[in-house]
């Protein structure tokens, strides 16, 4: 099912790599609240032990976000340059995306049907010196 020509090539390739750096700069912004919010409960508490477990909590889950982000806008950031190993970045993250439903999934197997395209492929193969 290749559906995509050479003039869409361009439009989804880019619409995909904005996909991909507005999805996981929303990962970023629930990192930071992790980071900041948590802790700051505990503070308002006035409990130590609180305090203590808010902040790992914290800092423990806006890691997690952070090293869940990175490759996602490394993907997009690359399919908007049109680099040849950001296909398969995508395609590896689009998949494992799928079960984070209902956005993760929609924009995975958009994904998937788009990247696995024949002239998708052809466009993001390395280019030949003439």
């Given at each position: 099912?290749?559906?995509?020509?050479?003039?869409?090539?361009?439009?989804h390739i880019s619409v995909l790599g904005w996909?991909?750096?507005?999805?996981?700069?929303?990962?970023?912004?629930?990192?930071?609240?992790?980071?900041?919010?948590?802790?700051?409960?505990?503070?308002?508490?006035?409990?130590?032990?609180?305090?203590?477990?808010?902040?790992?909590?914290?800092?423990?889950?806006?890691?997690?976000?952070?090293?869940?982000?990175?490759p996602g806008l490394a993907a997009g950031y690359?399919?908007?340059?049109h680099q040849s190993w950001a296909r398969v970045?995508?395609?590896?993250?689009?998949?494992?995306?799928?079960?984070?439903?209902?956005?993760?999934?929609?924009?995975?197997?958009?994904?998937?049907?788009?990247?696995?395209?024949?002239?998708?492929?052809?466009?993001?193969?390395?280019?030949?010196?003439?």
């Open positions: 099912m290749n559906w995509l020509d050479k003039r869409d090539i361009g439009l996909l991909y750096i507005f999805g996981n700069a929303f990962f970023l912004l629930i990192a930071a609240l992790g980071f900041f919010v948590l802790p700051t409960i505990g503070a308002l508490a006035h409990d130590r032990d609180a305090t203590t477990v808010l902040t790992v909590i914290g800092t423990a889950f806006g890691l997690l976000m952070v090293v869940l982000a990175l690359g399919l908007l340059k970045l995508a395609m590896v993250i689009a998949v494992l995306g799928l079960v984070n439903f209902p956005f993760g999934t929609v924009i995975g197997l958009y994904a998937l049907v788009v990247l696995s395209q024949q002239a998708v492929i052809d466009y993001f193969a390395p280019r030949q010196p003439a």
